[in-house]
């Protein structure tokens, strides 16, 4: 437990310059007491990233939110390796958000590490010249004599040596310097090595908290009863016998929702399905049979409204073109669901509100609760769980919103929870959207037009600068939203878990229709991307290449491992990291697909961590893979027809290949890695199936086709 | 309501609670082991596995008058510290992305170890039939390969 000192004085607060971006931080004195048969230390708090106990004992805050994608290590490796410490001695401890000390609280668009590569590792070298400093001066000799080795500052002449344990009180005095340089890549030690998740013990034992775990003094659990369909509106509702479940305690209207308040998780959700309410239905009671077919006569003319990108002249390329070809492709609403389903503590009092649980946007959130609920900004606090996944559904803050008002009305606090039901029925989906293409090669079998009309559910536009965008002299993007109440969100990957499907299941069509190798298709029109590029290219065409190279020689391309087994390949440039896969299938003798291997080259600048780089890229590609394969969400009415995992199908062990995967050597930057590896794993599994059987798949989920065991 | 005994890692409860409501609820919400997670509630996805005796059973579709007098294990009484073979070689693999099926899956996997110390993949396969969204498999299977090594 930390207490914070009453008296700190003012020598003890120090200016810290602006490069964590959060301006300033200060050492104030915290004391640590780890229980009363060991002497408490004392924490001070170098900034906002690095505590040092004058036991010696180091922790690293990690301030972005971890949904798995690995952050909650990854980022404070960052540090460790500037404040050269032994992995094993460091702590590491969640903060809740703050944004006077840190900026970017989020977990989205990949870009948590690709964001705090700099001020990360600045924070991390600057509390370690502080413990430096310290030490020189405590010796009197020049902070340039001194050196440090894990968590120890040397000075090299005389071998002296001081724990940072023991310097950190003087270090927390002096002045912070600035402009202190970060190592040189050649000297890490702990970016790059193979480090387990800091929750893992925690988490193997059923001791870790999540935010759906969360049980306060006087807190109620909460239920909430909402639309069946999208677009109904609450007209009317009878709660008898809600009010007769044991365990529940009260009744709410909440919008055009129903709170049900009590004394635990199943019986206020028994209590909700009791109520018996009546819904109105709006003047948009669409079903999935309705979108396929309005998409459809979309795509067949250009959608509305200026083209997102316009270069050369598609139609002029059609008239001199030696083939042109054409395809429609397919994708269905995908709901997110995270294994710990949404839920958030909420206690809104007149002079304050705790929001507490599994949120991707805090910041964004205390904003909107703040709002909501009528209580200024600064009197609301946000901390972050571990979150059972995110994948985008928890960049939302809906649930949030319905935690707080529950608890407002109510005035007590709650945990609001989520059923599986109300989870998957609960929209937010991956858009529905259908994508229509049409490309150009000359005589000599050169790509001279790509043009991609496309149409969705809110938050589908193409994306203008996607590959073969900048190789293709004649190219035309254009997209057109097709509104509906049906709410839909960022989904793992947004666009591009679709676009690459499409994209590189079409590019394969053409390849094999002009009799060229696919992959020697893609490197000649990254090569025409790199000779002759057209309009703004977005990628690197030596790296997008490079990994294409890569994964087809991991997988030995072209001499598949034996006269069942195909091969497909698909690549994808998203998040600013580069990402080919070549899938195995089998053709067993039925005639039935089994995927069999994905080989999966990655180029994401420098690997920060591996063990955490493997596991989000692997499962990425599992992720990629089961969604391509399985599920659908489908409306009839507005209504979603699939509530839970009887009839929503999720990936399970028995049908995930075996994957290998490598990174490619580099000293650039990292880039992101939560979502790249998902969307190339879809198209070069369809591309395998076209291999296998002639079959181009362009309708998701593939095993409606039928072709797979 | 009813008042019913239950065993939960060698320790006696009793809990005076509706006999319909599911061992989940009842360790989560009334015993307070929340180390056993809720997922689906229809025993599709296997977060909430415990034991009863050695079995691996799903808890959110098991109504806890049916698991009275019996002897239940959940994942916080596989070890008092983490040192279970298991749990060891879900650390030594480092299995975890969000985590939170995991405890479900090494509920599973510590049940089918039991019955078959040396499992092949396609047994492997078959038990393990948990939901896991980040995509974790291969490495679970990795773990448990080297559980079984290691006992």
Redesign the interface.
Known sequence: MNTQQHTVSRRDFIRISAFAGGGLVLGFKLFSSCGPQQEAGVIYELNAFVKIDTNGEVTLMNPNPE????VKTALPMLVAEELDVDWQDVKVEQAGLDTGKYRRQIAGGSGSVRDSWESFRKAGATARQMLINAAAATWDVAPGDCTTEKGQVIHHDSGRKLGYGELVERAATLEVPEDVPVKPIASFAIIGQ?I??V???A????????G??T?REGMR?AALVRPPAFGQTLKAYDDTETLQQ??VERVLRIDNKIAVLG?????V?QGAKKIKAEWEDGEQMESTADYQRKFREIVARRPAGDPQRKDGDVQQAYNNAAKVFEAVYEAPFLAH?????MNFYADVRADGVELYGPIQTPERTRATVAKLVDVPEEKVTVMMT??????GRRLMSDFVEEAALVSKTAGVPVNL?W???DDMGGGYYRPMCTYRYKAAVDADGRLIAWQHQSVGTTGNPARAGSFPAGAVPNLQVDAQEYKTPVTTAPWRGPIHNFIAFSEQSFFDEVAHAIGKDPVTFRLEVLEQAKQQPAGELEYDPDRFAGVIKKAAAMAGWGTPKGPNIFQGVAAQYSFNSYVAQVAEVEKRDDGKLKIKRIYCAVDCGIVVNK??AE??V??????GI?HAMYPELTLTRGKPDQL???TYR?????E?P??EIQFIESDIDPTGLGEPGLPPAGPAVANAAYAATGVRLRTQPFVKSGLFA | ?ATIQLTVNRKAYEVDV?PQ??L??VL???I???????????A??G?CTVHIDDAAVRSCAIPVESAANQSIT???G??A??SHPV?RA??QI?V????????GQ?MTAVALLKKNPNPTDEA???S??????????????KAIKLAAEGA
């Open positions: 949904i798995g994608q690995g193979w387990p998740n929750d893992n013990s988490i193997v034992t059923g001791q870790y908290k999540y759906i775990d049980k659990y044991q365990g004394r635990s998780t199943w019986e959700m669901n995270t294994m710990e389903p571990r979150m059972g996944g995110g994948f929870i059923s599986r039901e063990s955490g596991n989000v692997e499962g990425g590609i599992i992720d089961g839970n995992f009887n999720m990936i399970r062990m028995a995930v075996e994957i | 309501m509706d409501m599911p989940l609820w989560r919400d009334v307070g082991l929340t180390g056993t997670k809720f997922g689906c509630g229809i599709q996805c977060a959940t994942i916080e596989l070890s510290d983490g749990q879900w650390e480092d975890p992305q969000c985590g939170y099926c995991q405890a090494i492997i396969n078959e393990m039939t948990n939901i896991c969204r980040c995509g974790t498999y291969n490495r679970i299977k």
